[in-house]
Nanobody, 117 residues
Framework: VQLAESGGGLVQPGGSLRLSCTAS????????MSWFRQTPGKERKLVAT??????????PEDEDVEGRFTISRDNAKNTVFLQMNSLKPEDTAVYFC?????????WGPGTQVTVSP
């Protein structure tokens, strides 16, 4: 299983970024996918989950992303996306995509998102 995130960078508050995660090594369309984020010294936190077919999404309330972030997927391209709008400095983190398969939990190396004036 391989996951590779891209699309991170430096953006001003209020700006937008679109993260992508390309997957390989497993039947992508059979598994739900998730995005997590992590800041130094803190635990990794879930920010969005999407079902295998893409018909169901979930955003944890305690991460304050619902209404600003949108998770989506393209099963034909083995890719999951995270559209992030109205970004705030507190969204600064390394963002990871993740999948739980029968072989275990897998993570990409992450992509840095920095929200700063």
């Amino acid at each position: 299983v391989q996951l590779a995130e891209s699309g991170g960078g430096l953006v001003q508050p209020g700006g937008s970024l679109r993260l992508s995660c390309t997957a390989s090594g497993f039947p992508f369309s059979a598994y739900g996918m998730s995005w997590f984020r992590q800041t130094p010294g803190k635990e990794r936190k879930l920010v969005a989950t999407i079902s295998a077919a893409g018909g169901s999404t979930h955003y944890p309330e305690d991460e304050d992303v619902e209404g600003r972030f949108t998770i989506s997927r393209d099963n034909a391209k083995n890719t999951v996306f995270l559209q992030m709008n109205s970004l705030k400095p507190e969204d600064t983190a390394v963002y990871f995509c993740s999948v739980i398969t029968r072989q275990g939990d897998f993570w990409g190396p992450g992509t840095q998102v920095t929200v700063s004036p």
